[in-house]
């Protein structure tokens, strides 16, 4: 249902142009997937439990789902024009390793109970959040918009004297005006 959302609404505007921006469509499309499916549970099972544990499990598993098919398929707009082949291989990738997490997660949550379950489940989570921070590093290093010399971001007009937040020490990211760490503000001579 994620990727029909996308595939349907986004997919093919103009202004789906990164590969950042089938994360972005799939997460939004993970998260309303998400809430339609809460209504259903919590309707159907009527316990606080049930909406606590789906709210800090269920709901950012599905948006990590989405956000993994959309690095896919945005991946595979970029060879649209070029390789339908390679277009529709991205695809099937991002939707089986979709496919095959949110498996896991389900086998997790209808087979274990209790304190071991909810471990399953908490570790099934961690494990999506970790690959999609891993692909939304990627796409942001593709990214044309964000590095390209006529870009917001770009340091070409700009000179920052110092390239680490001078609170945290943590490297500073091209263009930004808040230390992404500490959150401080850089003023300009920092």
């Known amino acids: 249902m994620k990727y029909l959302a996308v595939r349907a609404k986004a997919y093919n505007s103009s202004d789906f142009?990164?590969?950042?921006?089938?994360?972005?469509?799939?997460?939004?499309?993970?998260?309303?997937?998400a809430t339609l499916e809460n209504i259903f549970y919590v309707m159907g099972f009527g316990t606080i439990a049930t909406a606590l544990i789906r709210a800090f499990m269920s709901v950012?598993?599905?948006?990590?789902?989405?956000?993994?098919?959309?690095?896919?398929?945005?991946?595979?707009?970029?060879?649209?024009?070029?390789?339908?082949?390679?277009?529709r291989r991205l695809i099937?990738?991002?939707?089986?390793?979709?496919?095959?997490?949110?498996?896991?997660?389900?086998?997790?949550?209808?087979?274990?109970?209790?304190?071991?379950?909810?471990?399953g489940l908490f570790v099934m989570t961690a494990i999506s959040w970790i690959i999609l921070l891993h692909l939304i590093k990627k796409a942001l290093s593709l990214s044309q918009i964000r590095w390209s010399i006529t870009s917001p971001y770009s340091?070409?007009?700009?000179?920052?004297?110092?390239?680490?937040?001078?609170?945290?020490?943590?490297?500073?990211?091209?263009?930004?005006?808040?230390?992404?760490?500490?959150?401080?503000?850089?003023?300009?001579?920092?």
Request: proline residues 3%; charged residues 10%; hydrophobic residues 40%.
């Open 17 to 33: 142009n990164e590969v950042m921006d089938g994360v972005i469509y799939g997460v939004a499309a993970g998260l309303g997937f």
């Open 155 to 190: 340091l070409a007009h700009q000179t920052y004297p110092n390239r680490f937040c001078t609170q945290c020490g943590s490297q500073r990211e091209p263009g930004s005006r808040f230390c992404v760490n500490c959150g401080i503000a850089f003023d300009q001579t920092n």
């Open 60 to 87: 950012p598993s599905h948006a990590a789902y989405g956000g993994i098919m959309g690095f896919y398929l945005g991946t595979a707009k970029t060879f649209r024009s070029t390789s339908k082949q390679h277009e």
């Open 92 to 119: 099937l990738t991002g939707l089986a390793i979709a496919i095959i997490l949110h498996g896991f997660y389900d086998t997790i949550a209808f087979t274990l109970e209790g304190l071991l379950g909810l471990a």
